[in-house]
């Protein structure tokens, strides 16, 4: 079982509405699950996430269930439903918690965020104590800026002499959600950029048909 020089265990978790879930997903989870030698890697679909409140997004079942078609020929993924199975609004911080309480206390979790949000990470319900509960594993994108980690030191700085923030060079991924959205409403293929169980399965059930750039969001 895979484990840090400490011999504790790590647990990835890779959190977003995956609204589709595609294969840059999977790369940037598999990055992050080599480079920082992860136990597993636990995909967190999103429930009711507060910072897209009032934007439209796909009935989290559908997402659900896209996840666990996209994640089941790996053994080093997992899905978990605590975000969508909770009430109201969902935060990283209250996920956290819960995930924690999963595992021993010993464990490590590392929180799989792309750099660019990280200009909004003061923003955050309880930020302290995201930074005490795991640490952010910061997706760097090739060729992009690498001043996130530098916007996060202007407000949290002890925790990041701490280590409470790692850095790992992300894949490159010229496609996001958003764009997927709008080539499944045109009707036109994504094979090679959406895992093919999900493609069937928005087939199957005529998800997307409707969407529109100014209508969802996603990772």
């Given amino acids: 079982m895979p484990a840090g020089e400490s011999g504790r265990r790590r647990i990835g978790i890779l959190g977003g509405t995956f609204d589709p879930p595609h294969l840059g997903h999977l790369l940037i989870a598999e990055t992050a699950r080599v480079a920082l030698d992860l136990e597993t890697v636990m995909f967190l679909p999103a429930g009711e996430p507060w910072l897209k409140s009032g934007q439209r997004i796909t009935p989290a079942h559908h997402r659900l269930k896209m996840v666990q078609l996209a994640v089941a020929d790996n053994p080093d993924f997992c899905v978990s439903d605590c975000e969508i199975r ?6 990283t911080v209250d996920t956290l918690r819960q995930v924690r309480r999963e595992f021993p206390p010993d464990a490590e979790l590392y929180f ?8 909004q990470f003061h923003r955050w319900k309880e930020p302290e104590a995201i930074l005490a509960l795991c640490r952010l594993a910061v997706i760097e994108r ?5 001043e996130g980690i530098a916007v ?15 850095s790992v060079a992300g894949p490159r991924v010229d496609f996001s959600a ?4 709008r080539v499944l409403a045109a009707g036109q293929s994504t094979r090679y950029r959406i895992p093919d169980a999900v493609a069937q399965y928005i087939a199957e059930h005529g998800l997307y048909r409707e969407s529109s750039e100014a209508g969802f969001t996603g990772f």
């Avoid at 799989?112 to 200009?119: A, F, Q, R």
């Avoid at 958003?178 to 959205?181: A, G, I, T, V, Y």
């Fill in 178 to 181: 958003s764009e997927l959205r």
């Fill in 152 to 166: 996060l030191r202007e407000g949290f700085a002890d925790a990041l002499d701490a280590g409470a923030v790692v």
């Fill in 86 to 91: 909770r009430t109201g609004a969902t935060y």
């Fill in 112 to 119: 799989i965020v792309g750099s660019d949000v990280l200009d």
């Fill in 142 to 146: 090739p060729g992009g800026p690498r």
